[in-house]
């Protein structure tokens, strides 16, 4: 065998591997989910996102073991890619197997050496030839057959849950209900209606989704069903989803990665894109876990855009951040944050720290309410592209993070962010109406953290932003702390508002005291906004309900949080119904 060769099989047998633990752990979902095991999920959940730099460590350690050291040269590396080529010509998973051939290339080799004839930044996957049809990722169910509520029974327990549901009957009457008012497909004989259904149950948090679309003669009609689990009692479906904002909501950025267990995950996501053509490519395999998938397509998405495009990278609008740099390029929805060389006095703390924080949200379950994080090392930017005032300010800030190659900027640690507005920003446009919104959503954004044990320590309003959908979700993660790290404190109590801000300035404060009265000062200086705020929440400025929090943690609950209003559920949608009631 050619020394070519074998570094390509040593290369692929590190991603089979990769692949096939990544598989075992997501499998387990389906057992957490019936045996309401919510923190060993948790825990599978987090433990996943270490599994792809673990494989390709050892894949590293691999190939020094068997090669020779002077096997690192380019054209020997560039026989090696051909022959990986021919391995993945008719391989499930291609996509990703070509993305941890990049990986292995990229810890070898120096940045010069990144290009497409050395690693795949073009995949070789044609998106007209999926190692499968995407047919073969769902299964299609015909109400013709046999009735549309005995095809919906058909639907759920072909899934094989061994947890009984309390009361499938009624689930699948509300389901009908449901569909019949919420969507125009409803409306049609029953032998006008297919459904196509995802061979892959969705798990994340304390919910299973299922996901499908009903094909009519006006075209198709995405839906998604969760079923949660009422320990002691059994299962439920809870809703059903056909709105798609509240589906790009469910798969958004700023939530835990689902535990999907599949074979052709290029398949998989590629029917995902026909429910939600709004999402990217590397949105969904994001999603779906598959987060350095995610990166790979978010790279190709940038440089496709910047071929496209002519204008140029700035400062991002908002307050400018004491640990990082962040700038954007105004005709792509993200922005791109550096740490700075230098923090400000009061961040006593440093870089290692930070990039500890980014890591510890990226591994939690992030609750709709923090934003998901994509971290690059060595990333070029073409030069012409930059402003010179934003370029100027990045030697000022960064320069230990910046240089330069010929016309092309070199950024060596990057975090690659959704952009949003600023909610400091946004409040100064918004209508009343629209701040009292955001400010009561702004307090539930708090509230959700905190039940997910993350404190998200520096709670200024320019810290957290507005996407979109008008959803407030936090982005700076510099002071993240775990809830059960910190010491919530009252002020002692006094008689006037004289003695309590002399007591607020004399109380001795130790490390990791917090003092939650603080905030009608320190969130914002508007009297309007804290009223908004404190009006809808007050319990935020009281300790003791932070210190119920921590002990709920202690106990082991799992909250609900669900990522649909909880007017949408069929408990509260269907209050008339005196059987909907899932207890």
Known sequence: MSQAKQIAEIILKGFRRHFSLFQAITAKAKQRFELADWRAFQQDSS??????????????????????????????????????????????????????????????FERKYFHNQNIFVESTLSKQHLPAPIASVYDSYFPAQDGLKQTIRNIVSGFGFITPFINLDRDIRLIVKSFMAQSSHGRHPVYQIRFDILKSVFYRNKAAYIVGRAVTPDGQQPFIIPLLHREGAGLFIDTLVTDAQQMTIIFGFSRAYFMVATQVPSSLVHFLRELLPHKTLAELYASIGLHKQGKTEFYREL???LDKSNDQFVAAPGT????????????????????????????????????????LVKKHDRVGRMADTLEYSYVALPKNRFSAELLEELQQAIAGSLSFEDDLVVIKHLYIERRMIPLNLYLEHASDE?????????????????????????????????TRHKRVVFYDYDEVQ??????????????????AMFAEGTVCAAPGDVFPEQMATFVTPQPQIR?????????????????????????????????????????????????????
């Open 303 to 305: 440089l496709s855009h």
């Open 47 to 108: 433990d996943r996102i270490s599994f792809y730099d673990q494989r390709v460590t050892e894949a590293i350690t691999h190939l020094a073991s068997e090669l020779p050291s002077q096997c690192l040269n380019e054209p020997l590396w560039q026989q090696v890619k051909q022959h990986y080529m021919e391995f993945l010509a008719f391989h499930p998973q291609a996509e990703l197997a070509e993305t941890f051939y990049n990986s292995v290339f990229c810890q070898l």
């Open 531 to 583: 009223e908004l705020l404190f009006s809808k929440h007050p319990e935020l400025l009281d300790a003791a309900y932070w210190r119920q929090k921590q002990q709920n943690i202690r106990n082991g609950v799992v909250e609900d949080i669900f990522p649909y209003p909880d007017n949408m559920r069929f408990y509260h949608a269907y209050q008339d119904d005196n059987s909907s009631e899932p207890h």
């Open 434 to 466: 629209e701040k009292a919104h955001i400010m009561d959503d702004y307090g539930q954004a708090i509230k959700q953290m905190l039940a997910a044990n993350i404190f998200p320590g520096d709670m200024l309003l320019k810290n957290f932003g507005v």
């Open 482 to 499: 775990y809830m059960l790290d910190v010491n919530f404190r009252s002020f002692p109590k006094t008689e006037n508002y004289e003695d």
């Open 320 to 359: 400018r951040g004491m640990v990082m740099m962040v700038f954007t390029l105004p005709s792509f929805p993200y922005v791109f944050k550096v740490i700075r060389d230098k923090f400000a006095p009061s961040k006593e703390f440093g870089r290692d720290t930070v990039k500890a924080r980014y890591l």
